[in-house]
């Protein structure tokens, strides 16, 4: 009797595993995964705005200086300028304060035109003056340009001249020319050093 009833449970198991087995095979096999599109390239990241070497040229300014100049009497002057890379690096920003008998503060914003290739200043101080100049990187000096009302009442030529530029010391000089450019004459000479 008990080999009866293993025999038979031996044969309902078996007769269920056929089931099961008969039931899979005829189950349809799940189709393929759908074809997927390839990946899609990234985009290059377009360029950070003034990220070209040219609009690095005036990083040299960026800092805290002191200035030291001879007056026209021949006394010794100096002033302080903080310099300043803001707006994403796109802007330098220039705050000088004259010491001494020079009581003159100002500001400046430099930046660098790609569509006019040049670098564009703008200048505003505390005895009312503004100026607006332009110019270009080149030989190792920054020389910026302006047409505009001289010392003497006739209209010429300005000139600001950033050279002997190194890490911690540059020279910079103010220019005039009442011929065109042919002659220049000095007014104004700092040297520069780094705080």
């Known amino acids: 009797m008990m080999m009866q009833?293993?025999?038979?449970?031996?044969?309902?198991?078996?007769?269920?595993?056929?089931?099961?087995?008969?039931?899979?095979a005829q189950t349809p096999a799940p189709p393929p995964p759908a074809p997927t599109a390839p990946a899609a390239t990234p985009a290059a990241a377009p360029a950070a705005p003034c990220s070209s070497?040219?609009?690095?040229?005036?990083?040299?300014?960026?800092g805290e200086w002191i200035g030291s100049w001879?007056?026209?009497?021949?006394?010794?002057?100096?002033?302080?300028?903080?310099?300043?890379?803001?707006?994403?690096?796109?802007?330098?920003?220039?705050?000088?304060?004259?010491?001494?008998a020079?009581?003159?503060?100002?500001?400046?914003?430099?930046?660098?035109?790609?569509?006019?290739?040049?670098?564009?200043?703008?200048?505003?101080d505390n005895s009312g003056?503004?100026?607006?100049?332009?110019?270009?990187?080149?030989?190792?000096?920054?020389?910026?340009?302006?047409?505009?009302?001289l010392g003497n009442g006739k209209m010429g030529k300005?000139?600001?001249t950033f050279s002997n530029i190194s890490k911690e010391k540059f020279d910079w000089d103010w220019d005039t020319s009442d011929d065109g450019g042919a002659t220049w004459t000095n007014r104004w000479h700092i040297v520069y050093t780094r705080k």
């Open 5 to 24: 009833r293993q025999a038979s449970t031996l044969c309902a198991a078996i007769v269920a595993l056929v089931t099961i087995a008969v039931a899979e």
């Open 102 to 124: 020079q009581q003159l503060v100002g500001k400046s914003y430099s930046v660098w035109s790609p569509a006019l290739k040049k670098w564009q200043q703008t200048w505003v």
């Open 158 to 160: 300005q000139r600001m």
């Open 53 to 62: 070497p040219e609009a690095r040229q005036f990083d040299f300014w960026v």
């Open 70 to 100: 001879k007056n026209p009497n021949g006394t010794s002057a100096q002033g302080t300028n903080r310099v300043e890379s803001i707006l994403g690096g796109c802007v330098i920003h220039e705050n000088f304060e004259g010491a001494s």
């Open 129 to 149: 003056g503004y100026l607006e100049l332009a110019g270009q990187f080149a030989d190792g000096k920054m020389v910026l340009l302006r047409d505009g009302l």
